[in-house]
Structure formats: C-alpha cells, structure tokens
C-alpha cells in the first residue's frame, strides 16, 4: 500500500523556473528592438508614460530594473524583466500541471516529469520565447500575474472552505487590481474564478463583506493609476497622452483640478484611438480564429525561410491535438481544477479572440492582398497568455500518450490508500518515454528565430539615422519603427539629444505639439557626433521648434481640405500644394520649417513621399537615412547627383555617413529578419547603400561603388532577404 503525498513540487517548480530563466539568458537581447521595445524601456528608465492607457505598473516594476546592477546596460536589465516573469510564469504551470496529475499518479517523479513537460513546451513556443527575451511590450509581466493567479485560484478549488480559502480569493482580487494597472489583460483570470467559484461554492458570493473585501482590493491593486497625473505632471521626457491638465512644470493646483480628470480619463479609455465597439465587427470572426490558428502554427516552427508550410501545419495540429486531449483528461481526471482552468482556456482563446475584434493579421490571408483591412504588424504577442497556458494541456495531453503506450507493454497492480489502480509497468513507463521527445519540438523549431542573442542593429540603426541629421536639425518621421528607436537612443543612451523628433502621427494630436514647444534645447556634443559634422560651425537655437502658444498649437485643426492649390514659400523655397486634405501634422511640419532658421528640416526616408506631398521635391536630397530641406532648389552638380523616381543624392554627406553607420555590421551577422511588417527598415539600409553606390558609380567612382554594393549585399545576406542579394551578386 502507498500513502498519496499531495503536497506541491516547489523545488522541482523552482529548478524548472531557473532553468528557464538560464534558457532566456543564454538568448537575451543585449539591446532594444523593434516596434514597442524601445518605447518601454525608454518609458521604464524616465519614469514616463507609454502610450494610453499608460501601463503605470510596468513603469513602476521596469523603473527598478533599471536601476538594479545586473546587467551592463538599461536594455538588459529590463530585458531580464521580461525573462523572469516568464521564467516564473513556467514555474506556475509547473505546479498547475503537476497538480492536475495528483489524482492520476501515485508517484511523485511521475506527476514532475509532466509538470517539467509543461515548462518545456509552453517556455520555448515562439511567441512566449520571443517575448521573453527582449521586452517588447507589457505582456510577460501580465503573463506572471495570470499565471500566479491561476496557480491561486487552482489551490483554492481544493480547499474551498479551507482556512485560507477567502484570503485566497482577496489576495486574487488584488493581484488581478495590480496587473490592470500593468495591462487589461490582468483581469483576464476574473470570469474563469468566478465560474470557478460558482462551481466549487456558490455561497462565497452571497457573502457581502468578503465581497467588499474582494472588490476592496481590487481597487487598491489598481491605484499605481494614480500617479500618471501627478507624474505627467512633470512632464517626463516619454508622456504620451499628457492625463493632465497642467501646460508648466509644479502647478500644483491643476493636478487635482477636473480638467487633469478628464484628461487622466481620456487617456485611461484609450480616446485617441478611437476602437470601435465590439459588437461592430473589423473582420468577419471565422477570420480572427484564422489570425489565431496563423500564430498557432508559428508557435512550434517559426523559420521565416524554410518554406515547410506543411511541417508547419503538422506540427501545429499535433499540439492542437495534444491540447484538446489534454482538456479531456484534465476534465475527466480532476474536475475541480478544471472547475477555473476549463473557463480560462475558453477566455483566453474564444472570448479574447472576439474581445480584441482585429482586422485581418498582417502576414495572414496573403491572396488577399491590400483587398481588406490589415492590422499594420502581427498581434501574436495578444495570444501570448492563450499559447503559454495551452502547455499546460498539450502536456496532459502529452502525458496520457505516454501512459498509453505504456500500457501497451504490461500492467501493475498499486494500492493508494483505499482505491487500487491499474497501470503500467516501471518497465513499461521506461520503453514509452522517448515520445516525451515531442516536447522538446517548440524548442528546434523557434532557436533561431526566437533567440536575440547578440542583435543590436535596432539600436544601431537609430544611432545611423539620428546621425543622419545635421546638428540641432528636426528630424520628420511617421511610424513606430523610425521613432520608438530614436527616443531610446535619445534619452536612455544619451545620443544626439540635439535632434529635434517630430513624428507626423502623434502631430495630429495636442499633447505631442505640446510637448515639442516645450522641449528644451539640448546641445550638440561635436565630439561625440560624426567626423561629418567636424570642424563647421553649429549655432544653438535659442527658441523652441514651433514658435507658437499652447493655445495656438491647441487650434490648430485635425486637418483641412483644400480645394485649390497653395503656396508655400520662405525664402528661395516655393512649394505648391496641390488639392488635397491637409493633416493637421503636415501644416505643423511646414510651420516648423517657416519658424526655423538655424534648424534644419530632414524628413526620415521612412516618410516615402511626404515630402513631394507638401511640395518641397525640388528642395531635399538624401543624406543618409533622412532627405534634406535645402534652402533653394536643387541642380545637377559634382556633389548633388540626381537619382530618377529618387531625387538628389547629398553624396559627400552620404558616404561619410555610410562609414561610420553601425548598423550595417550588425544587421550582416542578424541570422534573419522574422517580423516581415518591420522589413521596410533593413530595407531602408539595404537601399540606402544601393542609391550611394548608384551615386557614386554617376559620379565616376566605380571601385568606391562596388565596395559598398558587397557591404550592401552582406546586409541583404545577414536579414535572409535573398532576392536582393541576388540581384547585388557581381556581374
């Protein structure tokens, strides 16, 4: 006869946990990267605000990492944030999975061997892993709190009317309070407890004080809320959405006026995106479970460039298959746990599929074209909970697989307390154990592409770019991916602060117009900047980029139509405007450069035609990464070469630039380029280097062309973009 120990693994838990974290850090980013990245980590280290609604918690917890001594840089540090929250989410599974298996075996190495499986399959799925990694965004810290909560809510569906049962539920509350205030996504546990509770004891909500003990602590978990006022107050060098009221520094009586509440709520509701209602449908919903199953399948082979769509598709159905055997088991095994774990398996797939209403995915229903809405990157990184939690029944499932195919080699006869069991030989379980293989597939199929080990090129391109704009010059960019980058490098690595950046997008709104006027004027550090700009006379602004009044930038309309075509001029420069409808961001980047003398307009040539669109064509030439406003039109000459559909090239400027870029090292030695809504910036590289080289070659030059064109090649070679490097080969 054997006595059942029940007790929970939590050293085994804690090694697997540690194993992971040691997985994350052998393939940690040692830097930002693209999208949100460089957002965050520059939101975390000025204790500022990213986009609305804020996410104050993970600036509050990231703020602390930064200033840490564990790592060599503020990347890293908050890098490691993300890993250890992942790290301990796998250590929830762990104690979930073995947990569930406690009515199923006897023995305790076997109830950790599954656990351990968990770990292994939902750590290494690609989404999980690359989030892990590098902090993209908020989810891994919201990945932890579910995860701990689950784990909670799990114990108490045993005991539920357990000593500790009510101070389990208000600890849960809280913590679901705590992780809103990281991400929404931290209520995501609530509807599964609830049915959970509905199922394990129903009398708990008839309680009302434990009910305003619950609801209590909720509240106080959410209050890091709280501080985006008082902080955006001081206006931080990250403070998107600005939730106050106060237009100068320490104007201690606007902080608590009803003007900072309404702009604390419109922030906290997410205006400025204005999201439709749910019940208003982005896409028909049979094409959002699609965009699902799409990241399904990247989550066990994500190799961009293998071209298996079948061993994609295999794979991804085995593990679907796995998981649903799994929740069958779970259910017919341990109806208690399922009792929560059932419920938020559905909200994490089903319900938060038809919560987020996307529009079609980025890289999915490619024979669609441009003939529906796209959402401009891939959301897997929403699905990170559903994907990471579904380890937890694709191990299960895993699980009974093994314990069938043991079977098939003998039985054994054991005893456990009262109740006697069938099941498979020591021997047998032995002979069965190498389909425990399969969980090790997430992990061969996402190394390469999972891992950041190494990349810095995200960093490096900002550095190229803000070097690409001359001393105290305004830079005009459009995008996440040309701004985010540029504000880390900016504020965390101290780079080129003297560059003004003015991003076309947050420009339509008044906060972002707002905080240009208001942003000081930092000076330029020649030393520090590229030998192009040495030995030239820079002279400081004295004024802020805009020479407007806040209630004059407040004005200013979202846009307007014209219906006749307009001139610009200043100076030499002549631009007709032809009939369009004027953005409200294009007529602030022209009064930037009516107000601006001793600052120099470049737009990012991540911007495509924008400037042509506000007709200053015949006035920029390219000049690395970002084209130049000249102060007259532009001929042909020795240095001004004209590139046709390209516009002028700056060419001393350019290839003075080229070697000192820092990018094109790093981006040769990237391994691959996963994320194909972000390619338009190694791109940018890549074409950059080509329009030189073409230059060069016009102006005689064509040893000096056929150098940068093998540099060029290389990149295209580093990112995997093989149709370009085909086309660089030598002739």
């Not at 090790?440 to 891992?451: D, L, V």
């Not at 550095?463 to 965390?492: C, R």
């Not at 295209?716 to 030598?730: C, I, N, Y």
Request: glycine share 8%; with cysteine; hydrophobic share 50%.
């Amino acid at each position: 006869m054997t006595s059942l120990d029940t007790r929970p693994s939590y050293l085994a838990a804690t090694i697997a946990a540690l194993m992971t974290f040691v997985l994350y850090i052998v393939t940690l980013s040692p830097d930002s990267a693209m999208w949100d990245t460089s957002e965050y980590i520059a939101a975390a280290y000025t204790m500022g605000l990213p986009h609305p609604p804020g996410n104050p918690f993970f600036v509050l917890i990231g703020r602390v990492f930064t200033i840490l001594p564990i790592a060599p840089n503020i990347a890293m540090r908050v890098n490691l944030l993300a890993a250890l929250s992942s790290a301990v989410s796998a250590g929830m599974w762990f104690l979930i999975t073995e947990r569930v298996l406690v009515g199923w075996f006897a023995e305790r190495w076997q109830r950790i061997v599954g656990g351990a499986l968990s770990v292994v399959i939902g750590a290494t799925t690609f989404t999980v892993w690359s989030n892990s990694v590098v902090n993209e965004k908020v989810y891994t810290v919201s990945l932890v709190g579910m995860a701990i909560c689950a784990w909670l809510i799990v114990r108490w569906c045993d005991e539920p009317d357990g000593l500790k049962a009510d101070r389990l539920l208000v600890l849960v509350a809280y913590l679901c309070g705590l992780g809103y205030a990281n991400h929404m996504a931290g209520m995501l546990v609530l509807p599964a407890a609830g049915i959970a509770v509905l199922i394990r004891k129903p009398s708990t909500l008839g309680r009302p004080l434990l009910m305003l003990a619950a609801v209590g602590a909720l509240v106080l978990g959410a209050t890091p809320f709280a501080t985006q006022p008082i902080r955006a107050a001081h206006f931080p060098a990250i403070n998107e959405g600005e939730p106050t009221a106060c237009r100068e520094k320490l104007e201690v009586a606007c902080t608590f006026s009803e003007g900072t509440w309404k702009a604390f709520k419109y922030n906290f509701d997410r205006g400025q995106y204005q999201k439709p209602p749910v019940t208003e449908r982005m896409a028909p919903f049979s094409a959002q479970i699609g965009m699902w199953w799409l990241y399904f399948k990247w989550q066990w082979l994500r190799d961009a460039h293998a071209e298996r769509p079948a061993l994609q598709g295999a794979l991804a159905s085995l593990f679907f298959l796995l998981g649903l055997l799994g929740g069958w088991v779970h259910w017919r095994r341990d109806p208690r746990s399922f009792a929560f774990f059932g419920p938020l398996m559905v909200t994490l797939t089903l319900v938060l599929i038809y919560y987020l209403n996307f529009k079609y995915g980025a890289s999915q229903a490619p024979e669609l074209g441009g003939t529906v809405d796209r959402e401009v990157r891939d959301r897997d990184y929403f699905f990170l909970w559903s994907f990471s939690a579904w380890s937890v029944w694709a191990a299960l499932g895993l699980v009974y697989v093994w314990e069938t195919i043991a079977a098939a080699f003998g039985h054994q006869r054991v005893t456990v307390g009262t109740q006697t069991f069938e099941l498979p030989t020591k021997r047998g379980w032995w002979l069965a154990s190498p389909v425990l293989a399969l969980a090790f597939i997430p992990m061969w199929g996402n190394w390469q592409a999972a891992s950041r080990a190494g990349q810095t090129d995200t960093a490096d391109f900002a550095i190229d770019m803000l070097n690409s704009v001359e001393p105290y010059g305004i830079l005009v960019t459009v995008g996440d991916n040309d701004t985010f980058p540029l504000w880390y490098a900016q504020e965390v690595l101290g780079v080129r602060q003297d560059v003004v950046i003015a991003n076309t997008s947050l420009l339509n709104t008044e906060w972002y117009t707002r905080q240009l006027i208001r942003r000081p004027v930092f000076a330029y550090d020649e030393a520090k900047g590229p030998a192009a700009y040495r030995g030239q006379t820079w002279v400081k602004p004295t004024g802020p980029v805009l020479r407007m009044s806040f209630a004059e930038a407040d004005a200013v309309p979202l846009g307007q139509e014209i219906t006749r075509p307009v001139v610009f001029q200043k100076g030499n420069i002549r631009a007709t405007i032809q009939p369009r409808f004027l953005q409200r961001a294009e007529a602030l980047v022209l009064r930037m450069l009516n107000d601006n003398d001793q600052r120099a307009i470049h737009f990012s040539r991540t911007s495509a035609t924008l400037a042509e669109e506000l007709g200053l064509g015949a006035y920029v030439a390219m000049q690395g990464h970002t084209r130049k406003v000249y102060p007259d039109s532009l001929v042909d000459s020795e240095n001004l070469i004209p590139m046709p559909g390209e516009g002028f090239v700056d060419l001393a400027r350019s290839t003075a630039l080229w070697k000192e870029f820092r990018a094109p090292a790093s981006l040769s030695r990237r391994g691959d380029w996963v994320d194909a809504p972000s390619r338009g910036i190694p791109f940018l590289m890549i074409n950059t280097g080509i329009l030189t080289a073409e230059a060069l070659n016009r102006a005689g030059q064509r040893t000096a062309a056929d150098s940068l064109i093998a540099e060029t090649r290389k990149i295209a070679l580093g990112v995997r973009f093989d149709d370009v490097a085909e086309s660089l080969k030598p002739e």
